[in-house]
Protein backbone atom coordinates (compact mmCIF):
# COMPACT_ATOMS: atom_id res chain seq x y z
CA UNK A 1 0.00 0.00 0.00
CA UNK A 2 2.72 2.45 -0.13
CA UNK A 3 1.45 5.45 -1.37
CA UNK A 4 4.95 5.66 -3.44
CA UNK A 5 4.27 2.65 -5.15
CA UNK A 6 2.08 2.67 -8.34
CA UNK A 7 1.39 -1.08 -8.43
CA UNK A 8 -0.96 -1.05 -5.38
CA UNK A 9 -3.17 2.11 -6.35
CA UNK A 10 -4.94 -0.19 -9.32
CA UNK A 11 -7.76 -2.30 -9.15
CA UNK A 12 -5.27 -5.53 -9.68
CA UNK A 13 -1.98 -4.63 -7.54
CA UNK A 14 -1.19 -8.17 -7.71
CA UNK A 15 -1.55 -8.59 -11.01
CA UNK A 16 0.24 -5.49 -11.83
CA UNK A 17 2.82 -6.31 -8.99
CA UNK A 18 3.38 -9.69 -10.61
CA UNK A 19 4.09 -8.81 -14.31
CA UNK A 20 6.01 -5.66 -13.40
CA UNK A 21 8.64 -8.02 -11.28
CA UNK A 22 8.78 -10.75 -14.09
CA UNK A 23 9.58 -8.28 -17.03
CA UNK A 24 11.85 -6.00 -14.34
CA UNK A 25 13.70 -10.01 -13.99
CA UNK A 26 13.19 -11.21 -17.53
CA UNK A 27 15.01 -7.29 -18.67
CA UNK A 28 17.84 -8.29 -16.20
CA UNK A 29 18.49 -12.13 -17.51
CA UNK A 30 18.04 -11.16 -21.39
CA UNK A 31 20.27 -8.38 -21.85
CA UNK A 32 22.36 -8.30 -18.31
CA UNK A 33 25.62 -9.72 -17.42
CA UNK A 34 26.40 -11.84 -14.89
CA UNK A 35 26.45 -9.47 -12.31
CA UNK A 36 22.84 -8.13 -13.79
CA UNK A 37 21.32 -12.18 -13.79
CA UNK A 38 23.18 -12.30 -9.94
CA UNK A 39 21.10 -9.11 -9.35
CA UNK A 40 17.94 -10.74 -10.26
CA UNK A 41 18.42 -13.63 -8.54
CA UNK A 42 18.58 -11.49 -5.46
CA UNK A 43 15.57 -9.47 -6.22
CA UNK A 44 13.53 -12.27 -6.75
CA UNK A 45 14.51 -13.55 -3.43
CA UNK A 46 13.64 -10.51 -1.96
CA UNK A 47 10.07 -10.16 -4.08
CA UNK A 48 9.36 -14.01 -2.83
CA UNK A 49 9.45 -13.27 0.85
CA UNK A 50 7.67 -9.84 1.11
CA UNK A 51 5.04 -10.74 -1.63
CA UNK A 52 4.41 -13.99 -0.56
CA UNK A 53 3.50 -12.98 3.15
CA UNK A 54 0.96 -10.08 1.17
CA UNK A 55 -0.48 -12.19 -0.73
CA UNK A 56 -1.59 -14.32 2.11
CA UNK A 57 -2.76 -11.05 4.07
CA UNK A 58 -4.81 -9.96 1.07
CA UNK A 59 -6.76 -13.38 0.66
CA UNK A 60 -8.55 -12.08 3.51
CA UNK A 61 -10.12 -9.65 1.17
CA UNK A 62 -11.63 -6.12 1.33
CA UNK A 63 -11.08 -6.31 5.41
CA UNK A 64 -7.40 -6.74 4.94
CA UNK A 65 -7.27 -3.87 2.52
CA UNK A 66 -9.33 -1.23 4.75
CA UNK A 67 -7.73 -1.80 7.47
CA UNK A 68 -3.74 -1.43 6.16
CA UNK A 69 -5.34 1.69 4.04
CA UNK A 70 -6.13 3.10 7.72
CA UNK A 71 -3.07 2.18 9.34
CA UNK A 72 -1.06 3.53 6.22
CA UNK A 73 -2.93 6.86 6.54
CA UNK A 74 -2.21 7.15 10.35
CA UNK A 75 0.98 6.86 9.68
CA UNK A 76 1.64 9.21 7.30
CA UNK A 77 -0.51 11.75 9.03
CA UNK A 78 1.80 11.60 12.17
CA UNK A 79 4.59 12.01 9.63
CA UNK A 80 2.87 15.35 8.17
CA UNK A 81 1.79 16.08 11.69
CA UNK A 82 5.48 15.99 13.50
CA UNK A 83 6.71 18.22 10.10
CA UNK A 84 4.36 20.85 10.86
CA UNK A 85 4.97 20.77 14.61
CA UNK A 86 8.89 20.80 13.87
CA UNK A 87 8.52 23.85 11.16
CA UNK A 88 6.61 25.50 14.15
CA UNK A 89 8.94 24.72 16.69
CA UNK A 90 12.03 26.08 14.61
CA UNK A 91 10.03 29.20 13.36
CA UNK A 92 9.67 29.94 17.11
CA UNK A 93 13.66 29.49 17.94
CA UNK A 94 13.09 26.08 20.33
CA UNK A 95 16.14 25.22 20.85
CA UNK A 96 15.50 21.70 21.15
CA UNK A 97 14.04 21.67 17.72
CA UNK A 98 16.96 23.87 16.04
CA UNK A 99 19.69 21.29 17.36
CA UNK A 100 17.26 18.32 15.74
CA UNK A 101 17.73 20.43 12.82
CA UNK A 102 21.13 21.07 12.96
CA UNK A 103 21.87 16.90 13.35
CA UNK A 104 19.77 16.59 10.33
CA UNK A 105 21.61 18.61 8.13
CA UNK A 106 24.72 17.22 8.95
CA UNK A 107 23.40 14.00 8.28
CA UNK A 108 22.07 14.87 5.04
CA UNK A 109 25.48 16.62 4.26
CA UNK A 110 27.13 13.89 5.02
CA UNK A 111 25.26 11.71 2.44
CA UNK A 112 25.92 13.72 -0.51
CA UNK A 113 26.99 12.56 -3.58
CA UNK A 114 30.57 14.17 -4.95
CA UNK A 115 30.45 14.52 -8.77
CA UNK A 116 32.89 14.72 -10.88
CA UNK A 117 36.88 14.61 -10.14
CA UNK A 118 37.65 14.34 -6.97
CA UNK A 119 40.53 16.84 -5.77
Known amino acids: MDPFTGCFVSHIPLTV ?7 H ?4 WQYGDSA ?27 RF ?9 AEWDLFYDLLNRMEAAIAEKDAFSLRLKHRA ?3 I ?3 AV ?3 PSD
Request: charged share 30%.
Open 65 to 73: LKNRVMQEK
Open 36 to 62: DSEEALQIQRLAAGRLAPLMKEMGEGA
Open 105 to 107: EAL
Open 17 to 23: VSLRLAF
Open 109 to 111: KDC
Open 114 to 116: QVG
Open 25 to 28: LCEL
